[in-house]
Each structure stands twice: as structure tokens, then as C-alpha cells.
T-cell receptor
Framework: AAGVIQSPRHLIKEKRETATLKCYPIPRHDTVYWYQQGPGQDPQFLIS???????DKGSIPDRFSAQQFSDYHSELNMSSLELGDSALYFCASSLVEEARYEQYFGPGTRLTVT | AQSVSQHNHHVILSEAASLELGCNYS??????LFWYVQYPGQHLQLLLKYFSGDPLVKGIKGFEAEFIKSKFSFNLRKPSVQWSDTAEYFC????????????FGKGTRLHILP
């Protein structure tokens, strides 16, 4: 079965650079969630989109923005990168209409800021 | 707002020992409960989930969890652990809002001695 796809899997950037992370949800899924997991930390919710509209916002810095496109894939744009942004960024998708309350996680993008 | 508390941050067991990881949640309404596992360097995988019905739920790899509503608890158990169970385990909760974010506990790092 198709899973959530994230690209790139690994990314190395320098401070003050920008980064774009991509997430391709499971086909037919209409909701995408982004989570950030710092080293040794639990995943923290950043932002979510339902039917291409932002549905919820968590602890996402103003330097970050995200959107969901017409094909339901999502991109997380990160600017003015800081050392503290080094983390594993997970994307998850779900089919809200099924009301199964289950999110399927992608493999993550490991971002290292040097 | 909901929150999740995991009692043990680091657990070390020998193979064949029994396992119980504690999880308590805080929320005034009805919740959905999850346990996720994260093997070293890998992404989050769903172990089991509770939505409604039988409070004793069985998941993959011989894991089970019991929802005790009066105690706001959802402890994870396995009668006999294996070396391959070495991983980090996250308890998590969502509300019944269809596209609600997942709130994770801080995680329990489980180390199984061969």
C-alpha cells in the first residue's frame, strides 16, 4: 500500500539559509499535518491543512510557512534557518471524512543546520 | 488543552521480561489514544489505538494496552519482550475533532538486554 512520501530525506543547510520540505500524502487523503521532533524530544505539532486550507496551527515559528496544493501535497518553507531548527520533520496524512482519527506518518526529513 | 504524561523516561529490561509502560492523559472530554513506536533512526509506527469499545486493545508485535477511563490511563504491556523491541515508545492522544492534531507524551526509551 502507498505510504506518505517525504522529500528530501536528509538536508544540510547553513544558518540563515532557506529550506523547503515536501510531503506527498497517501492517495485520497485530504489532510496533512507537520510535526517537528528535536533531538531526544517528542514530536511537536506545527501546522495542519484540510482540503488545502490551514486547519490548525501549533508551535510553528513565524519564519516557517506551509501550504497544501491542489494535488494535496504540502510544502513546509523554512527561512532564516537557525541551529535550533535542526530536527526530524514528520509529515502525516489522514482521510478526515472517514473519521478514523488515524494519522499515517512519513519517514521524515532530517534537517541539519550548521 | 489535552496533555500526555509518560511515567518512565528510560526503561532497561532483559529479554523475556514483562513490560508495562505507564501513560496518563489530561483532557475533560472523550479522547482517542495511541501508542507509537520509533525504532532507532526510523519514523513513527502505530502500535495500537483505542477509539471506543473494548478497553483492552491488542496491537502489533504482541503489544496490548488497557484504557482505564477512571484513571485517565492507557498503559502499554507486553508479556515477554525481545531484543528487537528496543526503541522509543510514545503515548499520544487526540480529541474527537476530525482533524485534530496528535499530542505526544515525552516518550519512553526502552532498552532490552540480550
Amino acid at each position: 500500500a502507498a505510504g506518505v512520501i517525504q522529500s528530501p530525506r536528509h538536508l544540510i543547510k547553513e544558518k540563515r539559509e532557506t529550506a523547503t520540505l515536501k510531503c506527498y500524502p497517501i492517495p485520497r487523503h485530504d489532510t496533512v499535518y507537520w510535526y517537528q521532533q528535536g533531538p531526544g524530544q517528542d514530536p511537536q505539532f506545527l501546522i495542519s491543512f484540510y482540503e488545502k486550507m490551514q486547519s490548525d496551527k501549533g508551535s510553528i515559528p513565524d519564519r516557517f510557512s506551509a501550504q497544501q496544493f491542489s494535488d494535496y501535497h504540502s510544502e513546509l518553507n523554512m527561512s532564516s534557518l537557525e541551529l535550533g531548527d535542526s530536527a526530524l520533520y514528520f509529515c502525516a496524512s489522514s482521510l478526515v471524512e472517514e473519521a478514523r482519527y488515524e494519522q499515517y506518518f512519513g519517514p521524515g526529513t532530517r534537517l541539519t543546520v550548521t | 488543552a489535552q496533555s500526555v504524561s509518560q511515567h518512565n523516561h528510560h526503561v532497561i529490561l532483559s529479554e523475556a521480561a514483562s513490560l508495562e509502560l505507564g501513560c496518563n492523559y489530561s483532557y475533560g472530554g472523550t479522547v482517542n489514544l495511541f501508542w507509537y513506536v520509533q525504532y532507532p533512526g526510523q519514523h513513527l509506527q502505530l502500535l495500537l489505538k483505542y477509539f471506543s469499545g473494548d478497553p483492552l486493545v491488542k496491537g502489533i508485535k504482541g503489544f496490548e494496552a488497557e484504557f482505564i477511563k477512571s484513571k485517565f490511563s492507557f498503559n502499554l504491556r507486553k508479556p515477554s519482550v525481545q531484543w528487537s523491541d528496543t526503541a522509543e515508545y510514545f503515548c499520544a492522544v487526540t480529541t474527537l475533532n476530525r482533524d485534530d492534531k496528535i499530542i505526544f507524551g515525552k516518550g519512553t526509551r526502552l532498552h532490552i538486554l540480550p
